[in-house]
């Protein structure tokens, strides 16, 4: 992870904060490229973008605030998932 943050440090609030805006930041770019597929006719890949994002907002919303592993190990997870998604652009 190329963020200086050590997350296992953080007090809970602002991890929270921090895995909560992890999973806005991956929907926004999630629906960009479902935009892009939809416009591109890749009715597929949209499907498949869409499942990606439902999934993960069901996962960002099953996560206990007091449950700082999953939510480090999501952040991570989607930070990472983010950064390919970029990369494609």
């Not at 929907?27 to 960009?32: C, K, P």
């Not at 890949?45 to 999501?74: F, G, H, P, T």
Request: aromatic fraction near 6%.
């Amino acid at each position: 992870m190329n963020n200086p943050l050590d997350l296992e440090q953080l007090d809970s609030s602002v991890l929270y904060d921090l895995f909560y805006e992890s999973g806005s930041e991956l929907g926004g770019a999630l629906i960009e490229q479902e935009r892009k597929a939809r416009n591109e006719g890749k009715l597929d890949l949209l499907k498949s973008l869409m499942q990606e994002e439902y999934d993960m907002l069901d996962k960002r919303d099953s996560v206990k605030s007091d449950d700082r592993d999953a939510q480090i190990a999501c952040k991570k997870a989607w930070d990472n998932r983010l950064r390919e998604l970029k990369e494609k652009a």
